[in-house]
């Protein structure tokens, strides 16, 4: 037997020498009954594995498009439907004290206690005892800042008409001056002393006038006249240097905060909630968020054969 027919019988084997022909694995499997395993497709045998998703079709978007606009049309709906807000708004200047005008802290600080102020339960309680309401009630509705790089303090309240916002508003503006506008313990001491003083200069004078005539009807001496004049001297100064302690006072901020009206309470000319722009944009985003999850999941569903 020549070497080519060896090597169809026996098959080649380049490397181990074991290698099955082909003749010998059909009369193997003849015989065992097993069948051959099949031979592995090599790239682009078969067909491909479908993995991608559906296409996005025309009804997809429609119906996206649909959602957004029907957001969009909920979020106007609600904006005309649910209850009106008002508002009203004031500016009032807060005026700091001439020895902290270089203190940027204790200018802060001071805006800061006007700003607690007008929130405390001191000046909402009475507001709210008066409308019948509860303080926390009457705190959601008012809103107070200062404006930036300012001394003024703008203050807004909220009402379901313009004006119970205004009546609200007035009410919060004429109890915050009220409240300011005392002065500290010391100050009240200080006005005490003056009108002191004032009543002893009061009576210094008169008892000069009294003298005077005596002393020109011979009933009085000049000696008595002269003593009065003395008193009322001193009753002067010590007048005037009290009168000037308060007004060192004053200008330190502890005679009352100086505060001043600068805006008187006025209605706001938009509707403060529900906004109808903001509404539909709201609504339009709800819409867009529903529409693309939407169109995800029927990107991702497997397309019809």
Known sequence: MTNVSNVFQYGASESNGRSMGIEEQLEKT???????????????????????????????????MTIILLGTAAGLAGALI?????GARAEVLYSVGQDQGGDPLKQDRQ??????????????????????RQVKDLDKEVSVQVLANSNVIQVEADGSSKLAAMQTLQAVIDGYLALASQPTGATRYLETQLADAQAKTQEQQTRVTQLTS?????????????DARAQLTGALDQEKAIQNQINQAKL??????????????????????????????????????????????????????
């Not at 649910?82 to 008002?86: H, I, N, W």
């Not at 805006?111 to 019948?132: E, H, M, N, W, Y």
């Not at 001496?221 to 002269?226: D, H, R, S, W, Y």
């Not at 309470?265 to 968020?289: C, E, H, K, M, R």
């Open 111 to 132: 805006l800061s206690t006007q700003l607690v102020l007008l929130k405390s339960p001191r000046l909402l309680g009475d507001i709210a005892r008066k409308q019948g």
């Open 30 to 64: 003849s015989v065992t009954g097993e069948v051959a395993p099949p031979r592995p497709d090599g790239p682009g045998d078969g067909p491909l594995a479908d993995t991608g998703g559906g296409p996005v079709t025309v009804r997809l978007v429609l119906m996206a």
């Open 82 to 86: 649910l209850p009106k807000t008002y």
């Open 252 to 305: 330190r901020g502890e005679g009352g905060p100086p505060v001043q009206l600068l805006t008187p309470p006025y209605s706001l000319p938009d509707v403060v909630f529900p906004q109808p722009w903001i509404a539909a944009g709201t609504g339009a985003l709800v819409g867009v968020i529903v529409a693309g999850a939407m169109v995800a999941l029927g990107a991702r569903r497997p397309a019809r054969p």
């Open 214 to 226: 005596a002393v020109l009807a011979g009933t009085a001496t000049q000696v008595a006249l002269n």
